[in-house]
């Protein structure tokens, strides 16, 4: 395995599980020869989806775990509970250093909870955000916090703030990337308490390119690299950002099949608009990784399909070989310490 990126894939979280979780990680091994996969689950299960397949055998192997989180479960009590479920697992492995990463369909509460009790955060960081990455018209905005945290700091949200612009810059190679908080309006006495006070800490940050305010409609225009707030505005935004491209691109289908005018323009079209809705396919990007975790951990949609399932296990390789925790840990592990030493004195 050495100078492959390994990754523990949940492969009984998800509405589609095992069946497009197994798929993606087949998918995967077959599309990137860097990348090792380990399987944690039901084996039986696991063992009979991956027998539909043709796949190097030496690059996917499989890990038992008897137990299930589900959605209905408290994430707390499911993950002290059910030391043996795919979930806990699979943050085993990562936490013993046999794995790179973790992907996960699963129960997003279990995940983040898991993450941070079994894995748990590099020193120095307060709250560990999710950062979605959003499609835009210029590219792709990571949102973060985009759900793991409803309730935040202004310390939360600086450090969500340099832990993206890390992300952004190392991951999807965004120079300098523009660091933008979601606020009501771009004048600074606009906002409420939170972002008010936020505001300036911000501006005063050397190691960013902070860029102010944003509204959430200048998000689609791509008016920001790396958009900050708390994570219950993140998931607002994050789900409703969702709900209007489903609805969109439905909407379009239905129009461009009403009539035989419709149907006949829609075939001259079809390539044109086929490179346009791909991309705004958030599913290409993989996804959204939980920051500033000892390991890296990566929660997928609940009704991921295999291409992301692949994506996000694909992802997994340019975090490790970038060194994002180490860098996330130089920046801010230093600041902690410098923070530590100043409250000694």
């Known amino acids: 395995m050495e100078g492959k990126t390994v990754v523990v894939v949940d492969a ?35 063992r009979a989806e991956l027998g539909k397949y043709s796949y190097p055998e030496d690059r996917i192997s499989v890990v038992h775990a008897s137990e299930v989180i589900t959605t209905e479960e408290t994430p707390v009590m499911a993950i002290r509970r059910k030391k043996d479920s795919s979930i806990v697992v699979g943050q085993k492995l990562l936490k013993s250093g046999e794995a790179d990463a973790f992907v996960s369909a699963g129960s997003t509460g279990a995940v983040l909870v898991g993450g941070n009790l079994v894995a748990g955060r590099i020193r120095g960081i307060e709250r560990t955000p999710l950062g979605a990455l959003i499609p835009t018209k210029t590219g792709v905005t990571l949102l973060v916090d985009s759900g793991a945290n409803a309730d935040c700091r202004p310390s939360h949200l ?38 008010k006070d ?70 001259l079209i079809k390539p044109a608009l086929k490179g346009t809705l791909k991309k705004f396919d958030a599913s290409q990007y993989g996804g959204a990784p939980l920051l500033g975790l000892n390991g890296l951990v990566v929660k997928t949609h609940g009704s991921a399909t295999a291409n992301e399932v692949c994506n996000s296990i694909i992802q997994c390789i340019t975090f490790k070989e970038q060194g994002i925790n180490e860098k996330i840990r130089a920046v801010l592990g230093r600041e902690a310490r410098t923070k530590e030493d100043k409250e000694e004195a």
């Open 12 to 46: 009984m979280g998800g509405d589609l599980a095992p069946v497009e979780i197994v798929k993606g990680a087949v998918e995967a091994v077959q599309k990137n020869d860097r990348v090792q996969v380990i399987l944690t689950g039901i084996e039986e299960q696991v």
């Open 158 to 195: 600086v450090q969500f703030a340099q832990m993206g612009s890390i992300y952004m810059e190392n991951v999807i190679g965004i120079k300098n990337p523009r660091v933008a908080i979601v606020n009501i309006g771009v004048e600074e006495e606009k906002g409420n308490a939170l972002v």
């Open 198 to 267: 936020t505001l300036p800490l911000l501006k005063n940050l050397e190691n960013i390119n902070f860029t102010g305010s944003i509204e959430a409609r200048e998000i689609p225009n791509g008016g920001a690299d790396v958009v900050v707030c708390d994570g219950f505005t993140g998931n607002v935004i994050l789900k409703l950002y969702e709900g209007v491209g489903s609805v969109l691109i439905g909407t379009i289908k239905e129009s461009l099949m009403s009539s035989l005018r419709s149907k006949i323009g829609a075939l």
